[in-house]
């Protein structure tokens, strides 16, 4: 009896480590697609249509502006 149930176990246990790896993946896809969506909204609320930009170094959150087509800032 203890021998099936260990049979039964050692098919089992990597049936459940790949489910658990794809939710951990599904929740990161999930975090990804949110973190994603809440930029879009940010840029699209700001009247400027860019993101302030913190790259460089010293600056002061929104002092320098990242834009997209004209990224040629010598400062990051």
Do not use: H, Q
Request: charged share 15%; hydrophobic share 50%.
């Amino acid at each position: 009896m203890i021998a099936i149930i260990a049979l039964l176990m050692s098919i089992l246990m990597p049936a459940l480590a790949r489910v658990r790896e794809m939710a951990n993946r599904v929740v990161c896809g999930t975090n990804l697609k949110g973190i994603g969506t809440a930029s879009a909204i940010y840029a699209g609320e700001d009247e400027s249509g860019r993101f302030p930009c913190a790259a460089a170094r010293m600056s002061i959150w929104g002092s320098t502006v990242w834009d997209a087509d004209n990224a040629t800032d010598a400062s990051i």
